[in-house]
């Protein structure tokens, strides 16, 4: 077909004429379902879907983008070396396989997948319209050309794909992969033609298909060298069901519930009346940089920079100037560069199954005397120094030795036992928590191994059944309140009318806790319980932060 007419004057009957022709095409092969179309004006060069109407005007205003002769992105399904393919000739055995290679090079060069069955609407045209076409012809044939001729389960893409996934799951060094298709060359000649020769070649093919990565490199000082272009992942389903499809009837059943992202709402109404606008949630525990053995400290800013100028970038807003610095800080985070960033009512989340895990662990080791028991010696001796509780001293003996008191919190060797039998016998239904019975001991009594999730359950289910029988009401009361607390903070649904009366209820419970433990009890976790409530209360259920 000749398609002159893209380039001829655009006030002219033929272009006209030619562009009602692309119109009634691109239409019906190539319409997202809503009556929109990618455009391919030189302006919007296919970032934007817009109406017929639409179309029409940018193309007569702006003209098609330069080079785009064969209409790839409106359903024109062509080759650049090979014959046009249809459905009744294309080797089954290639393309439907379990990996969908032709799906795979479509996404990641931004060109809807068509049905093949078209491909003979238009005549093939040799000459390519620009770079991105012609990576995508060439990934296309390899996508769909046989491994070796007969061969049924590879196509020659889908096969070094293969290879690299078994490289990433066996750690095979570059070296090692290298070696390996050296070999494979040398015994399969045929099947191993056009194939990458060397992991460089083969990382090449990966970053073509949107699967490779960007690095950067920072100095001691802070300063950015390098910056990263971070590459957007695939836009997740259900992206307005926070708008348009959850229950609303003034419970807390997920984040948009909460007061923190109806405020943000408020404050900002351009970002807030499309739903389809994101908000990020950044997880940094534990957060190192790649092959560092430490923790970058303050100068995690650096390894922030290319985020927060993406965030800008989308918010599209100027950044305001940073507010005044508090006295007791020791830096200004980076993310006040954000202008909204002073808006949000919760700038940091508390992990709450970390500071749950960190309790746990502090009841239990202090209840079994374990290895991080609170009520040691040095525990005793700061009693002493602060002149309170006497009755707790250390007490020293002739021979040089000491003697600790028992406290109110004491377990003996039976009720240890008790606990831990408790634990022991314990069963939870497949998949509700690990085999913490595993993890008990009861002759010498010990929990050792827990990991979070553990804990987890050990806090808000067994702990309370464990400690019925030991200890005495006074000591077992506000532990077992303590568990309550953690039920009610984790629940899916949240009411804030509870949440004002849990916030009173720690409060209280920490008092209680405070007339039976040591001071050395109450590490920083343990005091960081008591503003769980107000979190949740401001930012909504505990399992979305």
């Known amino acids: 077909m000749d398609k002159s007419w893209m380039w001829k004057d655009r006030r002219s009957g033929e272009f006209e004429k030619g562009l009602e022709l692309f119109l009634?095409?691109?239409?019906?092969?190539?319409?997202?379902?809503?009556?929109?179309?990618?455009?391919?004006?030189?302006?919007?060069?296919?970032?934007?879907?817009?109406?017929?109407?639409?179309?029409?005007?940018?193309?007569?205003?702006?003209?098609?983008?330069?080079?785009?002769?064969?209409?790839?992105?409106?359903?024109?399904?062509v080759y650049s070396s090979a014959p046009i393919q249809t459905s009744d000739n294309v080797p089954h055995n290639v393309s439907d396989i379990g990996d969908d290679m032709n799906g795979l090079v479509h996404e990641a060069l931004g060109i809807p997948q068509q049905d093949p069955a078209m491909a003979g609407t238009f005549e093939?045209?040799?000459?390519?319209?620009?770079?991105?076409?012609?990576?995508?012809?060439?990934?296309?044939?390899?996508?769909?050309?046989?491994?070796?001729?007969?061969?049924?389960?590879?196509?020659?893409?889908?096969?070094?794909?293969?290879?690299?996934?078994?490289?990433?799951?066996?750690?095979?060094?570059?070296?090692?992969?290298?070696?390996?298709?050296?070999?494979l060359i040398e015994a399969f000649l045929e099947a191993m033609e056009k194939l990458p020769k060397s992991y460089y070649e083969s990382e090449k093919l990966m970053k073509e298909l949107?699967?490779?990565?960007?690095?950067?490199?920072?100095?001691?000082?802070?300063?950015?060298?390098?910056?990263?272009?971070?590459?957007?992942s695939k836009t997740a389903k259900h992206m307005r069901w926070h708008s348009e499809g959850r229950t609303k009837d003034g419970y807390m059943r997920h984040p948009a519930d909460s007061p923190a992202w109806k405020t943000f709402d408020y404050q900002h109404t351009d970002f807030s009346k499309d739903p389809r606008n994101v908000r990020l949630g950044l997880a940094s525990d534990g957060f190192n940089p790649f092959k560092s053995p430490h923790a970058p400290g303050h100068d995690i800013d650096v390894y922030l920079q290319p985020l927060i100028k993406e965030l800008k970038e989308l918010f599209r807003k100027l950044v305001d100037d940073n507010p005044t610095l508090p006295f007791s800080w020791k830096k200004l985070s980076i993310f006040f560069d954000l202008s909204y960033w002073k808006d949000n009512l919760i700038r940091h989340n508390l992990d709450v199954m970390h500071i749950e895990k960190n309790i746990c662990d502090c009841i239990v080791g202090t209840l079994l005397n374990l290895d991080n028991n609170k009520d040691d010696y040095t525990a005793r001796c700061d009693l002493r120094d602060m002149g309170i509780r006497p009755e707790l001293h250390p007490v020293e003996k002739?021979?040089?030795?000491?003697?600790?008191?028992?406290?109110?919190?004491?377990?003996?060797?039976?009720?240890?036992?008790?606990?831990?039998?408790?634990?022991?016998?314990?069963?939870?239904?497949?998949?509700?928590?690990?085999?913490?019975?595993?993890?008990?001991?009861?002759?010498?009594?010990?929990?050792?191994?827990?990991?979070?999730?553990?804990?987890?359950?050990?806090?808000?289910?067994?702990?309370?059944?464990?400690?019925?029988?030991?200890?005495?009401?006074?000591?077992?009361?506000?532990?077992?309140?303590?568990?309550?607390?953690?039920?009610?903070?984790?629940?899916?649904?949240?009411?804030?009318?509870?949440?004002?009366?849990?916030?009173?209820?720690?409060?209280?419970?920490?008092?209680?806790?405070?007339?039976?433990?040591?001071?050395?009890?109450?590490?920083?976790?343990?005091?960081?319980?008591?503003?769980?409530?107000?979190?949740?209360?401001?930012?909504?259920?505990?399992?979305?932060?």
Not at 38 to 62: M, N, Q, T
Not at 212 to 232: H, I, R, V, W
């Open 24 to 77: 009634n095409y691109a239409f019906k092969h190539s319409s997202h379902g809503n009556g929109m179309i990618a455009c391919p004006c030189s302006e919007c060069k296919f970032g934007v879907c817009v109406s017929r109407a639409d179309a029409k005007i940018h193309l007569k205003v702006f003209g098609f983008l330069k080079g785009y002769t064969q209409w790839v992105a409106h359903g024109e399904f």
């Open 124 to 183: 093939s045209n040799q000459e390519l319209p620009n770079s991105v076409a012609e990576k995508f012809y060439k990934l296309i044939d390899d996508s769909q050309q046989e491994l070796y001729p007969g061969c049924k389960n590879f196509s020659k893409l889908s096969f070094i794909i293969r290879l690299l996934h078994l490289k990433c799951l066996g750690k095979w060094s570059n070296k090692i992969f290298d070696m390996l298709l050296d070999l």
């Open 398 to 545: 002739e021979n040089g030795r000491f003697y600790l008191p028992p406290a109110c919190f004491t377990m003996d060797r039976k009720e240890k036992e008790i606990f831990c039998k408790v634990l022991k016998k314990v069963k939870v239904p497949d998949g509700y928590a690990a085999n913490i019975s595993r993890c008990v001991k009861v002759k010498p009594p010990k929990i050792y191994g827990l990991k979070s999730h553990d804990n987890h359950i050990l806090m808000q289910q067994l702990l309370r059944i464990a400690l019925r029988k030991t200890l005495s009401k006074a000591v077992r009361s506000p532990l077992i309140k303590l568990s309550r607390y953690f039920r009610k903070l984790c629940s899916k649904v949240l009411c804030a009318e509870d949440l004002v009366h849990m916030e009173k209820e720690i409060a209280i419970i920490l008092c209680q806790l405070e007339r039976i433990f040591p001071p050395s009890f109450f590490v920083i976790m343990v005091h960081l319980s008591i503003h769980l409530a107000t979190k949740a209360k401001i930012g909504g259920p505990v399992h979305y932060r």
């Open 210 to 232: 949107g699967l490779g990565y960007e690095k950067y490199d920072a100095c001691p000082n802070d300063c950015t060298l390098l910056q990263c272009l971070f590459m957007s």
